[in-house]
């Protein structure tokens, strides 16, 4: 075979190469999504979602947050107030009761089991928030009262729309404001006079519950812009005001949901990556579920990272471990239906 000939083989290898890892990469982007067609198209509040969970992920790693206390305190101060607001803003009650019991049971039942599952290691390994000795008592403190590392925020969603549900169900025939206020009042009685519910948690959830009542759809809270980073930088800037329930931390959050609503703007929505960073969007409770195993994981991957001085390259692995090998394991127990256990027909949406 001549030169020419040769030449002409590499070209038609290079192309081939080319196109099998198109092909590779679009299936490794949408492997878990299936045929996204059959649901709800993928909005704004996905993507702010997405990256509110990879945030989460990443302030649980625990050599990022040795190196980097201030940026977890931060970081998690002021996403945690916008992810409640947010979730308590999706919760829908004109339901029938058995649907959402069922939807509170698909949030409780696997929150007991991830709680208890730590607590039990906890007596092994250490885990913050974990038991002090074995016994009913304790178990009952750390699934109903205390939780364990951050499952506090799924105990917090099933404790707040138990009360949502009974008091817009049972005041139904009540004027909006007046049932809002019952409302707000019992969270704030449960969060002043019981250990149930802390009162920064009561607050968030119910301004998230006032915006849905007001008759507007969190999706349609299209607008934003990037240069929300500035103000939202200058807020942060002092840790004295890194409180819920102050004033500064509340206006950066809203900086904060304004910047990735115009960073959403700017992207090519038929990009398959976008497409696929609004997934994970989609599907945070098993991410949130499940990357606590992955994280402590990454605890014994520390030596393999020795080079990395900064702590980051071990960050961006341990995250991406964390949040694909949740997705993973959500994908096994839908494929084995292991997840009816939970009362759910499949945890990945």
Known sequence: MGKFGKNVQNIARRKCSYIAFLYLRGK???GFMGNTSRVLPFNHVDFLRMAMIVIVVLCHIVRFTEHYPWAKEGLLTLVMPCFLFVTAALVNVDKQSKD???????????????????????????????LHEL????????????????????????VCG????????????????????????????????????????AVYYGMGVALRQSGVRLSSLGFGSVWAMLPMLLLMIDPAHWEWLDLR?????????????????????????????????????????????????????????????????HAAAVTLLSVYGSLCLAWILDRFSLSRLWLSPGILR
Request: glycine share 4%; aromatic share 18%.
């Open 162 to 201: 138990a009360v949502y549900y009974l008091v817009y169900r049972g005041l139904s025939a009540c004027a909006p404001l007046p049932r809002f206020l019952v409302f707000f009042s019992l969270l704030l009685a449960l969060a002043m006079l019981t250990p149930i519910l802390s009162l920064r948690h």
């Open 249 to 313: 931390l509340a206006l950066a959050s809203v900086c904060f949901f304004l910047f990735f609503n115009g960073l959403y703007a700017k992207q090519n929505k038929d990009n398959v990556l976008f497409r696929h960073l609004c997934f994970l969007g989609r599907n945070t409770l098993p991410i949130y579920l499940f990357h606590p195993i992955f994280t402590m994981v990454g605890k014994y991957l520390s030596p393999l990272f020795a080079f990395d001085t900064t702590s980051l390259l």
């Open 28 to 30: 490794l982007l949408t």
């Open 135 to 158: 016994s009913v008592s304790e178990l009952t403190r750390v699934v109903f009262i205390d939780s364990i590392g951050p499952y506090w925020f799924l105990h917090t969603l099933v």
């Open 100 to 130: 959402f019991a069922r939807y509170l049971l698909r949030i409780l039942l696997p929150y007991i089991t991830m709680v208890l599952g730590f607590a039990l290691l906890s007596l092994y390994l250490p885990v913050r928030g974990g």
